[in-house]
């Protein structure tokens, strides 16, 4: 169960078939922690997921986030991941294998029905979506049909278009059709890779009467699938300007997150620095709940991209041990402490 307000948790997916090439993961599901076996690094990670997780094993631990969002605060998980690690599988998944959006609106549908029913306090909900796309640092509308219009991020929920859904199946019929004008482009690893991070959002407003006086809430459920992560190009001008678009958007993503998980007095998080985290603002922070699910390969042949996947997963987790033995080593309690047990030890030698 997802226990803090930000976790980073991992997915391996299983091994794809046109290799019959090494694991270079190694894994203890106790402690969490994942071994890169090609350069002995030690990831600690709040979950990590197998290569046999079910879909359903995933779902489960993100249901917090679910019922938080529920209970009006805003809610979101993240995919990352190079491309053809299991980031759409484990965000949509298929008709066999439904990923997490597709349960996620199922649920919420299903326990709202059966709340209003029986709650005798005038319980009322209304589920609207939106689905943006995030290409080269440009937002677009997935939803209004003409892609190519930029959309003003200022009030990004208001210029959007937002449809009211009835249904589950109404919920996820616009949320396909919003990702099928997804920009694709081929690259080396899969023919249909996403360049793009596409943000699907659920907004829910709920009322209900207390005393005569009217209570209504409003929160975001926010599904990134983001674009895949892998660093090499292919020497072509436009890919290159996806890639580098892509890396700072994602990097300033980790910072955000990172600054989350680890406040300072004083500190500015950059949200400002990429329209991903700019969009995202009022969902990330505060007591808001998010979970990235770092997708990964097992197989040895991607040793590398898994290497700087996992790095970014631990720069965004880790950082907080760091930060607090820092602080224990040379906070001044410990000085004083020091100087105490060093005074009392002196005294001690003169008895
Ligand atoms: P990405 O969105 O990161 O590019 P995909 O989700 O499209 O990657 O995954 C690439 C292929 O691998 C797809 O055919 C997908 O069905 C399959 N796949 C990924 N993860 C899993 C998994 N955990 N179990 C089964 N198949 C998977
Ligand atoms: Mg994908």
Do not use: W
């Not at 997921?49 to 529920?70: D, G, H, R, S, T």
């Not at 009030?155 to 449809?163: G, L, P, R, S, V």
């Not at 997150?257 to 009022?282: C, E, G």
């Not at 770092?294 to 041990?321: C, G, P, Q």
């Amino acid at each position: 169960m997802a226990q803090e307000n930000v976790n980073v948790v991992v997915r391996i997916r299983p091994s794809s078939n046109e290799t019959n090439d090494e694991t270079c993961i190694q894994t203890d599901p106790i402690s969490s922690t994942i071994t890169l076996t090609t350069n002995e690094k030690q990831f600690h990670m709040d979950k990590v997921f197998e290569q046999n997780a079910p879909q359903e094993e995933i779902f489960e631990y993100v249901q917090p986030i679910i019922a938080a969002v529920k209970n009006g605060i805003h809610g979101t998980i993240f995919a990352y991941g190079q491309t053809g690690s299991g980031k759409t599988h484990t965000m949509i998944g298929n008709d066999k294998n439904l990923g997490i959006i597709p349960r996620a609106i199922e649920i919420i549908f299903t326990d709202l029905n059966e709340e209003s029913k029986k709650r005798n306090d005038n319980f009322k909900f209304k589920i609207s979506c939106t689905a943006l796309q995030i290409y080269c640092e440009k937002t677009y509308d997935l939803l209004n049909g003409n892609e190519k219009i930029e959309i003003p991020l200022r009030d990004i929920f208001k210029n959007a278009k937002e449809i009211e859904v009835k249904s589950s199946n109404e919920c996820m019929e616009i949320i396909k059709r919003g990702l099928k004008q997804r920009k694709v482009a081929g690259t080396s690893m899969n023919e249909t890779s996403s360049r793009s991070h596409a943000i699907l959002t659920l907004t829910l407003k709920t009322e209900y009467f207390k005393e005569n006086k009217k209570h209504e809430r409003i929160s975001r459920l926010n599904m990134v699938d983001l674009a895949g992560s892998e660093k090499h190009t292919d020497n072509n001008k436009t890919q290159n300007r996806e890639a580098a678009n892509i890396n700072k958007s994602l990097s300033t993503l980790g910072q955000v997150i990172r600054a989350i998980i680890n406040p300072t007095p004083k500190q500015v998080i950059p949200y400002r620095d990429s329209k991903l985290t700019t969009i995202l603002r009022d969902s990330l922070g505060g007591n808001s709940k998010t979970t990235v699910i770092v997708n990964i390969h097992s197989n040895s042949k991607y040793a590398a991209e898994t290497s700087s996947t996992l790095d970014f997963a631990a720069n965004v987790k880790n950082v907080k041990n760091t930060a607090i033995l820092q602080e224990f080593i040379t906070s001044k309690e410990t000085f004083t402490l020091k100087a105490e047990v060093q005074r009392l030890g002196e005294e001690n030698d003169k008895l």
